[in-house]
């Protein structure tokens, strides 16, 4: 083989070679993962994972979002950085409970950084009991003031029979000098954060500023409980023991909760309150001017505590994602960190929120977040658009779609279970008022049997007791016929939603309009617990 002929063939390799580099080059760069990371509170880390997830499942090209859930205090401090030169610590946003402090924001301020709060989430904090045979909820709980609270927390009032407890509560029945067990959180806890707040705003004259924040001196014949759920396994297990947890923690462990007056002299609790006396207190604040209508204003004094309005739920906070006006530094991440925001208070984001326990926010607190999407600095970056239930032929293949119709079947078979689920508990209620009916008609025909077969005077006077008992229950019986009836109708609209979401019918839509993701959302109980001792990596 002549020396030319050998050259040539070594040329045409590595030609060949090279185009195959060059060609992989371009393959691996048409499916490059943009990435996001976030860190923060732990409170909404359920709905980000879940979030998260439908992006990295509906997302062309391929994304990939992370969310560290290590406490407010830990996700202010790797937003702040300022052990980095005021630079976030590996972190594209933070999220927390709390808003940042007058002083760090200042300090953003000086290096130049203008900084966001951005609104997406509430959820409500409630003082929980075991008197026992109280009612969880509802007519017949047990009310208490804020300053007949504060009194018992400084064990300033120490038995359940006390004057003022009674007074509140004249039909209460316990044994006397019963005393109250106080069960509090220990180190950092932003539910005892709120809920001491919550005590110095409505009763400032007995719980002083003092005795405000997330880790504060208790009395020492006080008893102590770890996490969310070493409180609600204390108040479970502690008869005429009382103590606080978020709302949904609470209820979903069956606890007993306390009725509070709100501000306008409302005794109701937080299941009575409901959603709208949650999001209530945010209205009220934004109308008083405590929250500001600006993200980037100071949000260092903001308080959704003791807000006014008859129906408003007095213990309430709010969460925030933390960002900075300026994300030309980001490149590819920002557009989709916009996408983020804007589908966590879309109809669609929102609506995943009760299943963790929380309350999607207002439409007045939407505003504020609307404002902040627009007011983003971002670099030249492809802004993601959003297909919906209505498919977009053609557009909805395009790169830079998050779409509706592009599932896994991870995602699609943890719907089918929550379906599952919701139908296993709606049958196993059923079959409890089916089993007390039956009970109910035995009790019925046994009582009227019973009166048939007396004959003495004596006998007659028990007989109208009888009858009396068979009233009773032959009223009951046809209302919880009635209640079966309702359930199983409702079982059945359960049954035939589920089926549509299983077969991608016309379910929850994507982000109002599928349209470029820059154009904002219209205004249409995590648990509320972890650590915000600032700097703390706690997790509750």
Not at 47 to 53: D, G, L, Q
Not at 109 to 129: T, V, W
Not at 299 to 319: E, R
Not at 511 to 535: E, F, M, N, Y
């Amino acid at each position: 083989m002549g020396k030319p002929v050998f050259t040539m063939m070594i040329m045409r390799a590595a030609a060949v070679a090279l185009f195959s580099i060059v060609g992989f080059g371009v393959s691996v760069a048409a499916t490059e993962v943009t990435v996001l990371d976030g860190s923060g509170t732990t409170n909404p880390s359920k709905f980000f994972w879940e979030v998260n997830s439908l992006f990295e499942a509906r997302a062309k090209p391929p994304v990939r979002v992370t969310y560290r859930a290590v406490g407010s205090g830990a996700g202010q401090y790797e937003f702040i950085g300022a052990d980095n030169g005021f630079l976030p610590i590996s972190q594209d946003f933070g999220s927390g409970d709390i808003p940042i402090t007058a002083s760090d924001y200042q300090a953003l301020k000086g290096a130049g950084h203008e900084i966001i709060h951005y609104p997406f989430q509430m959820g409500a904090m409630s003082i929980f009991h075991n008197v026992p045979g109280m009612p969880k909820s509802g007519a017949g709980a047990l009310n208490l003031t804020a300053c007949v609270l504060a009194k018992i927390f400084k064990r300033e009032i120490k038995t359940w029979d006390h004057s003022e407890i009674k007074a509140l509560n004249p039909k209460l029945s316990v044994p006397a000098g019963q005393d109250i067990k106080v069960y509090h959180r220990v180190e950092g806890s932003s539910t005892t954060g709120g809920v001491t707040t919550y005590l110095h705003a409505a009763c400032p004259s007995v719980w002083t500023a003092t005795l405000v924040g997330s880790t504060i001196t208790w009395p020492t014949d006080t008893y102590e409980a770890y996490g969310s759920g070493g409180m609600s396994s204390k108040l479970a297990s502690t008869p005429y023991s009382i103590g606080y947890i978020d709302s949904g923690h609470g209820h979903a462990d069956g606890l007993t909760e306390i009725a509070l007056e709100n501000k306008a002299g409302t005794y109701r609790t937080s299941l009575e309150a409901g959603a709208a006396g949650i999001a209530a207190a945010a209205t009220e604040a934004i109308a008083a001017s405590v929250m500001p209508t600006s993200p980037l204003a100071d949000f260092s004094t903001v308080s959704l505590h003791n807000m006014g309005g008859a129906d408003t739920w007095p213990i309430v906070a709010i969460s925030y994602v933390y960002l900075r006006k300026n994300l030309t530094s980001l490149g590819d991440r920002a557009c989709l960190l916009k996408a983020f925001l804007e589908y966590i208070i879309s109809d669609e984001g929102q609506a995943l929120l009760p299943a963790y326990d929380a309350v999607g926010v207002p439409n007045e607190v939407k505003s504020i977040a609307n404002t902040a999407l627009n007011s983003l600095v971002m670099p030249a970056c492809t802004a993601w658009s959003f297909e919906g239930s209505s498919t977009m032929a053609g557009t909805g293949q395009s790169d830079h779609v998050i779409s509706l119709k592009r599932r896994d079947y991870a995602e699609y078979d943890r719907g089918q279970l929550k379906a599952r689920t919701v139908e296993y508990k709606e049958n196993a209620k059923i079959q409890a008022l089916e089993a007390t009916i039956a009970q109910l008609t035995q009790q019925l025909a046994e009582l009227k049997q019973k009166e048939s077969s007396h004959e003495t005077t004596e006998d007659k006077g028990k007989d109208n007791n009888n009858a009396l008992g068979v009233a009773a229950i032959a009223m009951a019986t046809p209302a919880l016929a009635v209640s079966v009836a309702a359930m199983l109708v409702t079982l059945r609209i359960m049954n035939m939603a589920s089926a549509a979401r299983a077969g991608g019918g016309a379910g929850a839509q994507m982000i109002g309009s599928p349209q470029v993701a820059g154009t904002p959302v219209s205004a249409g109980v995590p648990p509320l617990d972890d650590d915000t001792a600032k700097g703390s990596a706690q997790e509750i």
